[in-house]
């Protein structure tokens, strides 16, 4: 386990996959009953981004830093246009961090941003496998009656914490890919698994996009599996085709709400134009699977 994510908070993938979280969780706010929260790799739970780990990579410029000052940029595509509200939205909770209050010094990670986001009544369960991470965790949300952290295996934790007494709510699964192929085949096994125990609970997944023949199939598994409606958000800075880099990542969203791709359309063309390096960012959003019902739904 060498993989530590202050090297990476608040990058481009970063970006995709908390502005995804936090659309789950407002859609799952719309409802007054309770929902719990299931966060399988948690990590530390937030990240100073003047530490030497963040300083080395310097990849929060690229991420996050881009999307609250695109002046900064000189992007043609970055400047002077409005950001769809969602983004808005979830930009202004990251600026309203405690220890933000004078620029961007701290990047909260999923933990953070989806306790700041959940209500009184809604419920946490993280789960963190590395000690010193897990302690983090466990120091950050010693206060926070609705968060509890699990020093373990996130994988192995699902089967003792599904279904959740709330019945409604969301896991995230964000694993560090140390070794891609087993990292799929562990997604895939424990998934299964989940959605036999609750099968109407939400799923997202983030994967990194290397190679996009590495990528095809855990998507092809997923669209043939028991979820009704599999959501794909992509966004990539680098063409797919290099083995040697990341070039873009993506959130599988497995029983999405059956508008997410409406919700997501204007933020993710936002986010690509702000992230564009040296060429345009691409994004891709579609139904890997939809079901009848989602179709039968009324449109707003
Ligand atoms: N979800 C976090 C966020 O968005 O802020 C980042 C998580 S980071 C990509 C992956 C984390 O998973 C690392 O902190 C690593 O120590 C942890 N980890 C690795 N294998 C694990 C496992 N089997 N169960 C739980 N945690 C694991």
């Not at 936002?270 to 179709?295: F, G, H, I, T, Y």
Request: glycine share 6%; charged share 25%.
């Amino acid at each position: 386990m060498n993989y530590r994510h202050a090297y990476h908070a608040g990058n481009f993938a970063d970006v995709l996959k908390h502005s995804v979280l936090f659309a789950l969780i407002q859609a799952l706010r719309v409802k007054d009953t309770p929902f719990a929260l299931i966060d399988t790799h948690a990590g530390s739970g937030c990240y100073a981004l003047d530490s030497e780990e963040a300083g080395k990579t310097g990849e929060y410029r690229e991420g996050i830093a881009r999307l609250l000052f695109p002046d900064l940029h000189h992007s043609a595509h970055a400047s002077g246009a409005a950001l769809p509200p969602l983004l808005r939205h979830w930009l202004d909770t990251i600026l309203s961090l405690p220890g933000n209050e004078h620029g961007l010094k701290l990047y909260p990670g999923s933990p953070l941003q989806a306790a700041r986001a959940m209500r009184d009544t809604d419920s946490a369960q993280l789960c963190e496998l590395h000690p010193e991470e897990a302690a983090s965790l466990r120091e950050l949300f010693h206060h926070d009656r609705r968060v509890h952290v699990h020093n373990r295996n996130g994988y192995e934790a699902l089967k003792a914490l599904l279904p959740p007494k709330e019945k409604r709510g969301l896991v995230l699964i964000d694993p560090p890919y140390e070794a891609q192929e087993a990292e799929y085949r562990l997604i895939d096994t424990a998934l299964k698994a989940a959605l036999e125990r609750w099968p109407t609970g939400i799923y997202a997944i983030w994967y990194p996009i290397k190679l996009r023949s590495q990528v095809q199939p855990f998507l092809r598994g997923l669209q043939h599996g028991s979820a009704r409606r599999v959501l794909r958000a992509e966004l990539l800075v680098h063409p797919d085709d290099s083995p040697l880099r990341l070039n873009g990542s993506g959130m599988v969203i497995l029983n999405a709400p059956w508008n997410l791709d409406q919700v997501l359309r204007e933020p993710l063309r936002a986010m690509a134009q702000l992230l564009s390096q040296e060429r345009a960012a691409e994004w891709r959003l579609d139904w890997l699977k939809q079901d009848n019902d989602a179709q039968a739904e009324p449109k707003p």
